[in-house]
């Protein structure tokens, strides 16, 4: 189950350690530019390494295109990207020692002996690499229809930001947040934010956080019941995102605590037009895009990977053991995760628009 | 993309006034016994017109089995089950008024002039029926290989109770729940959520809530990487059922709260089985079942439905206007829903243990 | 796999001797005009028991559509459609003896003990019957845009005709050749064949065939690389038809004796369209059409049913034994074949249009 | 439509000119052994320019594992293999000219202005080179079970050797031939073969011929009703290698001539196995195998590119002209697509296995 799709696929492969890894997307149609510096930032946002909050590891994340793209423009067939492993140092890892929070144990259970536990293989948040490049594709394909996708981090750890659903959401406002070193509405509280990560780290410890995306200028009609409702695309798509947890669209939970009468969004025209005056439902009704943003919100758990002593069982022994993993590593990968989540969506809205 | 699943292939039909409603289930194996009886009593907890809490529109819901049951056994080939519709007053409907909350507006955008919007036609939450009934032989597929998936009611409105997560989950816990007629874990809590569904019927509005499900006895190493993850499997699944916006898996949003020393599930062994001490992660590392219970939650919109008068389009003159739907409604639908999370569930679970 | 096609999709179920077998067709678009006369007309193509030439098996084949249709148009969403078995005779089956060239021991072998053996259960040639009516949708879905889908029967034993590739094609000849009780191009060679036909029927035996089809008014440019050709399309959906053993496109078998400055069709132009002036490669290069019609013929095997004593085992005592057929059967069911063989690439082509 | 199989999945990408072409394959399991050095022979089989018969583009076709192998043996995730094009003079192509008996002007069809047109683009010979990879991988998975895949030339052109229906199959002959760099079963016959193919070169013209394949080994059982026939399956796969105009399973065609007791199979036991005397029907009833050896042949037409002046269309002026066609070409390619035909039946019968 490493394609996705119907109409357009996408296709995964790669391990942490291994030589390479990439995408392989099928379904974008011919004469497309595509604009390679747009996806390299794309790339920059996911990449490790580039500040304080990060860990260390270093990859240059370049892609290289091998087919599907002829004198710049798509050419209609498939499109294979693929990035090398540079930055491999496989002693780190023990794989008797199973990791807490992370695929280790599933991973042999699924693949017996043979699973390739290094960094965690096919698991690996790396992974996330390929689903820019592919995602950054689908953006620029969505923008020429006027579709534009963008996201900002709403919470980190007990630091919450207001929703974009109290925004007025434009194209602007969206890419002016997203080209932010640290996508946020309101920088204070992105500092706030940025605090929490530090003081995690400092604790040798880390936390999680809530990403919300939008997705402007859609055309109502999109998606197909019973499905492959727009919900059903994007939310099947999230959660191959590693950490993330839970998802929800509009008001989501928060409308357990509401009525009827408050939920139900009431339709307005102004005579040729017809909209929604508020859009508790996340631009969605029966799985179906109304014209309204598509607007959902992720949580993602803390990493996983932490610098404490952590109960384990080491799995040579069958044996109740103690776990350090070594290296520094990300006390929060929110930061990260939100270009994952623009381009993953894009991808999804992508097919919605295609079924 | 009526059609859900890769392995096992689920293909849902059906209008809500049509002649009829069903479904097409492929890819259970030969050789197991159907029980009748049992998938009656599913039909049963999902059927409308029980009590006062729901709609007075009473459906039979008598499936009639076409197809690939053979002696009282599944024959290996598809199983096509049936449902007549008999209570079809199509004369309530005045397709120019959109109603708020629900598809009629996203259903013309999608099919035009052609869509079938008597009582919301193929969007109507009537078609659950044919899932119950699938989900109701997958349940007896698992319930072979020793697992149970069951349900809750784990909110309504602004009366909440317990998680799974806090409890012992065993099969007959599980299955004790699902038996009652309002399925909580704690009578008192239930009888409070059904003063909140009674409240908001006498207030002609309506209440939404949380369902909670488990399933367990499940093996470590279902589901599959990247795009197959249990997650993502069950989200898609989940997002098909009307109404539902939102899921989580384990703790879920709540763990944006947490940090990584808190939400890591540490691992433990009894000399032979390894397992996790605490379950934050609701049963799933990596995408692949970790051999604990998988749990998540969803969160169950209010009812569109309401018998107030609400602002809306006409669509055929393209003018503000108000509609005021006509007819007796069931005033929250959590309580029907459980049954189709239970059964959806199932349905999932099986794919991931198959691919 | 009881699921063809990805953008179009069939899903077929059903057993000759269970309650019912048919279809569920998801993909047509909203707003065509369902001639349901028609549909009856292709129905009686296929049905047994017409005349002197096949099974005296006497089945209504009346299709009930019970979703999918709202006033007389397709509403988009998933069409059903179902058949009653009414003439189920199921005391003529002893399971243990194999019947040669049926499969009945790779029945067993696929689904073991719970095979439902009666008439062949889900192998059985009935299970056409479906198909024949979701091809003859998918016929007045490709008429609406001018494309035409006929067929001829090319061989029967030792009788041979002329071939669609040496005619012009036109959409009223094509029509004049499927209206015709026993479908040739030239009668006098189609008394022939009945000979053929009915002189295997007084010596107990069955002859098989050659059935020609073509399709006219296809724009060019429908299929897609690399396992999409319009071939592979064609041939997976007609090696699913009983009896179907070999598949050529335009010249096939025959190119083998020519030579590549033969077999290349040449282009040329009027000044406006661009076309070939011969059409071996049967309208498609590259597995994509290129506005010739396309052309292919089938080869069907003589029925394997004949009321001869054969040569098999018996699988209780796992004992060479002989077995001698009861009943009467189709000599040959090449005549009956022909529509299901239309009707199958209509679907085909539709799903070459849409991907 | 570049990706093929439901439970193997096979993804192709690349064209003749670009950077590189590959393949995805995902589905195989765990734990298999990857024989590099086999699957160097393979792709040395398919190789152009190793003698006088072929085209002189030399091509290393070295392949590159960059996913789903760890420490030689696969780790279950997706093997990505990739090819650099290294021999690419895009020099010599003129788009407006329509080479007759290719994919020129379907492509542009398809794909617009946009098309790859270099070398044919996706749509060029040279995209069989990962099919070999991902089918000598499927070869090595089906030789683990003891089941083998092997072909031989059964025509070129005027030119016909024995069937190996008329032959005793055994693992040992099939591996015989397949290591003949002409693969013929007798010898003679294939310096015949060789001759025509060197008379077409002199004569600036091309010949195709057959290829017959066979699978021994296979268990009775493998394949699915009702559109998962191992005929439906091999067949999309086969008509997606360029060239292949017809397929026939068993006698094929030659059914057409025989009566019902002549090609049905009957069934015998020695007291433990059962099996069928003959073999008309190819090792196949019903769509799934019966254990006896699935035996097909394949329709390959004269390579297109001849260095003949051919009529043909100026598509810039809409104008009749001639082209001439610059370079050395393959007068015939039947012998290096024999290897294609087997890696792609192992594709498909692994898939037979799977699902």
């Not at 727009?230 to 009525?259: D, H, N, Q, Y």
């Not at 909209?275 to 992720?298: A, D, E, K, R």
Request: contains cysteine; charged residues 25%.
């Amino acid at each position: 189950m490493n394609t996705w799709g119907s109409k357009l696929k996408v296709s995964i492969f790669g391990e942490s350690h291994g030589n390479g890894i990439g995408v392989v997307l099928d379904g974008i149609p011919s004469g497309l530019h595509i604009d390679e510096e747009q996806i390299r930032r794309e790339m920059q946002r996911r990449a490790p390494g580039r500040d304080k909050l990060s860990t260390p590891r270093k990859e240059a994340d370049e892609v290289e295109i091998l087919s599907g793209v002829f004198d710049g423009k798509t050419s209609g067939t498939p499109i294979c990207g693929i990035i090398r492993n540079t930055n491999t140092r496989s002693r780190d890892y023990t794989p008797n020692l199973l990791r807490p929070g992370h695929a280790d144990f599933t991973g042999f259970q699924k693949y017996g002996a043979f699973h390739d536990y290094r960094g965690g293989g096919h698991f690996s948040g790396r992974i996330t690499a390929p689903l820019v490049f592919a995602g950054a594709i689908a953006k620029q394909a969505l923008a020429q229809d006027g579709i534009t996708v963008g996201s900002h981090i709403k919470a980190i750890h007990k630091v919450a930001e207001q929703s974009f659903l109290d925004c007025e959401l434009t194209d602007a406002f969206l890419k002016e947040i997203s080209e932010k070193a640290f996508p946020v509405i309101c920088d204070e509280k992105g500092e706030e934010m940025q605090k929490e990560i530090l003081s995690a780290a400092a604790d040798k410890n880390s936390v999680g956080g809530i990403i919300e995306c939008a997705v402007t200028g859609l055309t109502p009609g999109l998606g197909s019941p019973f499905f492959g409702s727009v919900e059903s695309l994007i939310s099947s798509m999230m959660f191959s995102i590693p950490a993330v947890k839970g998802i929800e669209f509009g008001r989501g939970f928060e409308m357990c605590g509401m009525t009827g009468i408050e939920t139900n969004d009431p339709f307005e025209t102004d005579g040729e037009r017809i909209y929604t005056t508020t859009n508790n439902n996340g631009g969605i009704n029966g799985g179906i895009t109304n014209g309204m943003p598509v607007v959902f919100s992720l949580a993602v758990k803390p990493t996983p990977s932490i610098a404490r002593e952590q109960k384990t069982v080491d799995t040579d022994k069958i044996e109740n053991t103690v776990i350090e993993i070594k290296g520094r590593h990300d006390p929060c990968i929110v930061q990260r995760a939100a270009v994952v989540v623009e381009c993953a969506a894009a991808l999804a809205i992508l097919e919605a628009k295609l079924i």
